[in-house]
């Protein structure tokens, strides 16, 4: 029933902000204890964890990309965001939004409802 959609710009030039949205349909991004996730995957390597945001609007972060990353929400949109500044050619990646019924930080988990990812690259 959950379904999420990426979207964005497939191409960013080093130095600047990559800024995706993920759209959420079938239930609201504040429904009770749901958790609203990041993860992308370069290629070639695992599953990375980003971050999240929770049903009230609580935000974690991998601590690897902390600094750099920003999460936020529109709840009148049904929308959560991912902002990741000061990118790099190691910022080409799938990225992808999730729901999780928990806060998991892993790349991989069981029950983990995906979108579909969305290519970015930084070209160099």
């Known amino acids: 029933q959950v379904q999420l959609q990426e979207s964005g710009p497939g191409l960013v030039k080093p130095s600047q902000t990559l800024s995706l949205t993920c759209t959420v349909s079938?239930?609201?991004?504040?429904?009770?204890?749901?958790?609203w996730s990041w993860i992308r995957q370069p290629p070639g390597k695992a599953l990375e964890w980003m971050g999240a945001?929770?049903?009230?609007?609580?935000?974690y972060y991998n601590p690897s990309l902390k600094s750099r990353t920003s999460i936020s929400r529109d709840t009148s949109k049904n929308q959560f965001t991912l902002q990741l500044n000061s990118v790099t050619p190691e910022d080409t990646a799938v990225y992808y939004c999730?729901?999780?019924?928990?806060?998991?930080?892993?790349?991989?988990?069981?029950?983990?409802?995906w979108g579909q990812g969305t290519q970015v690259t930084v070209s160099s």
């Open positions: 079938g239930v609201t991004i504040t429904s009770n204890s749901l958790y």
């Open positions: 945001i929770d049903y009230r609007g609580s935000i």
């Open positions: 999730a729901r999780d019924t928990g806060l998991i930080t892993t790349g991989q988990a069981t029950g983990r409802k």
